[in-house]
Each structure stands twice: as structure tokens, then as C-alpha cells.
């Protein structure tokens, strides 16, 4: 059976995690996990993949607001805070409705980053809508790539650093749900995780970008995992590792549980 052994959300897009013990699984994601994106004067998102020092910027959670860290300076928001015009801004092919957050934190933001960027905040559950091609009907997705969540097992990242001459950790990947497995790559074959009354389907192996290769400590762009990744996880135009999966009954999760799927 599949354990929860970590749990993250990313409330910035493309910002570092933050772990936590308890998480309310919503259709369009984590509650507050990737509500708040940059975007550049296009409206569309900005990402490590562009700018690898979002990576250093560390984001707190209190109860009412949102702290974001930098190098010793740090600039805070209240949760619910938007204001101007609607804004409809860009995540790939599919657009979304936001709000800037904040002239003055996307002002703090722009200086630190080296490029005009607005913080801008997802506005509601429904903001934003993801085709599926592969369940041929649409979704409702916060502000991450494609699907809500991402889910790997410990033993997929250790049978990958078995093969790197450097190891990696799991930050690299950006998960949502971490589970626990008895193979590598198990979370591909898994159709469906059950923790408590919150369900969880499995609709496709995630495909890896160079994102990957951004170390997330130091900020810096490598050529590895993806390298090693390529010789053995390539399926067609696509790098497979972690699993994307849709919440299709929200409810509460937490560390330590354990699924009733086998």
C-alpha cells in the first residue's frame, strides 16, 4: 500500500516549496499551492526555466498573509489582496483570469528578478481552465503547467541518483504528494490513491523539462538529471518521471496516511 511521506505546495509558481504535514486537496489543487504566478509585460508566466534564481526566493504562509524572503530583504501581502483590472494572463496554451497583487511587491519583485514582472493571484477555483487531451475533456487547474498534482515515490529519486554521478534531491521535481512504494516508478502503473475519503486518479506519466537541471539550492542550470534521465525514461519527444493525477473527491490529507488502493 502507498503511504504519504511528504507533502508540498508551491503558493508562488516556480518559487521554492514549502512542506507541509496537512493539506486540503481542492479539484483545481492544494489549497493555496500555486495561487500566485509572475508574469512579464505579455501577461505571460515567467519560470525558472527563464530566470533560475526564483528558486532562492522562499515563500512563509501565515494566516492571513503571504511572505516572500530574498537574500535577507523580505516584502509581505495579505492573502486575499488583488486590485485593478482584470487581467487575462498566459500559462502555456491556456489562459487565465487574474489580479496583480500588489504594485508595490511587483515593484520589490522587478528590482530583485533583474526584469519587469507582476505578481499576480488566480482569481477563484474556476479561473482557469486546462484541456485534457488525454481525458478529452476539460479541467479546472490552479496556476501549475498542466495538472493539479504531481506525485513521485521516494524510490523513482533513488533509483535515479543510482545513476548519477552526483545525486539529486527531491526538490528538484517539484512534487506535490511524495508516496512510498515497493519499485521505482510504481506512481506511473497506480490508477487511483485513497487517503481517508480524498481521492486521488492518475491520468498521465509527467513529461520533464530542463527545469529539472536548475538546482534549486544554488540556482544554477546543469545538464543533469535530464541527461541521464533521457537514456532511460525517454518515450517518444517526452522525459517520464512522477505521475500527474486530478483530485476527483477534495478532502483533508495528511503525512502518514496510507492509501486503500493496492
Same mark, same amino acid.
Not at 508551491?10 to 483545481?28: D, E, N, R, V, W
Not at 526555466?49 to 516572500?68: C, G
Not at 490552479?142 to 539529486?168: I, M, R
Given at each position: !500500500?502507498?503511504?504519504?511521506?511528504?507533502?508540498?505546495?508551491?503558493?508562488?509558481?516556480?518559487?521554492? @516549496?514549502?512542506?507541509m504535514q496537512t493539506?486540503?486537496?481542492?479539484?483545481?489543487?492544494?489549497?493555496? &499551492?500555486?495561487?500566485? !504566478?509572475?508574469? &512579464? @509585460?505579455n501577461n505571460r508566466f515567467i519560470s525558472q526555466r527563464?530566470?533560475?534564481?526564483?528558486?532562492?526566493? =522562499? #515563500? $512563509?504562509?501565515? %494566516?492571513?498573509?503571504v511572505h516572500i524572503l530574498y537574500e535577507g530583504d523580505e516584502v509581505g501581502f495579505d492573502k486575499t489582496l488583488s486590485f485593478g483590472a482584470t487581467i487575462t494572463a498566459t500559462v502555456w496554451g491556456d489562459q487565465a483570469v487574474v489580479k496583480e497583487v500588489n504594485? &508595490?511587491?511587483? /515593484?520589490w519583485l522587478s528590482e530583485r528578478i533583474g526584469a519587469e514582472v507582476?505578481?499576480?493571484?488566480?482569481?477563484?477555483e474556476q479561473a482557469r481552465l486546462h484541456h485534457s487531451g488525454k481525458l478529452s475533456t476539460d479541467i479546472h487547474v490552479s496556476l501549475a503547467d498542466g495538472y493539479p498534482?504531481?506525485?513521485?515515490?521516494?524510490? %523513482? #529519486?533513488?533509483?535515479? $541518483? %543510482?545513476q548519477l554521478q552526483t545525486p539529486v534531491l527531491m526538490n528538484r521535481f517539484r512534487p506535490n504528494i511524495v508516496i512510498s512504494t515497493s519499485a521505482p516508478h510504481e506512481e506511473d502503473v497506480v490508477g487511483q490513491l485513497t487517503f481517508g475519503d480524498t481521492i486521488f486518479q492518475n491520468v498521465k506519466p509527467c513529461g520533464r523539462c530542463? !527545469?529539472? $537541471? $536548475? /538546482?534549486?539550492?544554488?540556482?544554477?542550470? @546543469?545538464?543533469?538529471?535530464?541527461? %541521464?534521465?533521457? @537514456?532511460?525514461? =525517454?518515450?517518444? /519527444?517526452?522525459?517520464?518521471?512522477?505521475? /500527474?493525477f486530478i483530485c476527483t473527491?477534495?478532502?483533508v490529507v495528511e503525512v502518514g496516511m496510507v492509501s486503500k488502493n493496492l
Amino acid at each position: !500500500m502507498h503511504r504519504i511521506e511528504s507533502l508540498f505546495i508551491y503558493p508562488i509558481k516556480s518559487f521554492a @516549496g514549502i512542506s507541509m504535514q496537512t493539506c486540503h486537496a481542492l479539484g483545481a489543487g492544494f489549497e493555496y &499551492d500555486r495561487r500566485w !504566478m509572475l508574469i &512579464d @509585460g505579455n501577461n505571460r508566466f515567467i519560470s525558472q526555466r527563464e530566470y533560475p534564481k526564483l528558486a532562492l526566493f =522562499k #515563500v $512563509n504562509l501565515s %494566516t492571513s498573509s503571504v511572505h516572500i524572503l530574498y537574500e535577507g530583504d523580505e516584502v509581505g501581502f495579505d492573502k486575499t489582496l488583488s486590485f485593478g483590472a482584470t487581467i487575462t494572463a498566459t500559462v502555456w496554451g491556456d489562459q487565465a483570469v487574474v489580479k496583480e497583487v500588489n504594485v &508595490d511587491v511587483s /515593484n520589490w519583485l522587478s528590482e530583485r528578478i533583474g526584469a519587469e514582472v507582476r505578481l499576480v493571484k488566480l482569481q477563484g477555483e474556476q479561473a482557469r481552465l486546462h484541456h485534457s487531451g488525454k481525458l478529452s475533456t476539460d479541467i479546472h487547474v490552479s496556476l501549475a503547467d498542466g495538472y493539479p498534482y504531481l506525485v513521485l515515490s521516494e524510490k %523513482t #529519486v533513488e533509483h535515479l $541518483n %543510482t545513476q548519477l554521478q552526483t545525486p539529486v534531491l527531491m526538490n528538484r521535481f517539484r512534487p506535490n504528494i511524495v508516496i512510498s512504494t515497493s519499485a521505482p516508478h510504481e506512481e506511473d502503473v497506480v490508477g487511483q490513491l485513497t487517503f481517508g475519503d480524498t481521492i486521488f486518479q492518475n491520468v498521465k506519466p509527467c513529461g520533464r523539462c530542463v !527545469m529539472i $537541471n $536548475n /538546482n534549486q539550492e544554488a540556482a544554477t542550470m @546543469g545538464k543533469e538529471p535530464l541527461a %541521464t534521465l533521457s @537514456g532511460y525514461r =525517454k518515450q517518444g /519527444n517526452s522525459v517520464l518521471f512522477g505521475s /500527474n493525477f486530478i483530485c476527483t473527491h477534495p478532502g483533508v490529507v495528511e503525512v502518514g496516511m496510507v492509501s486503500k488502493n493496492l
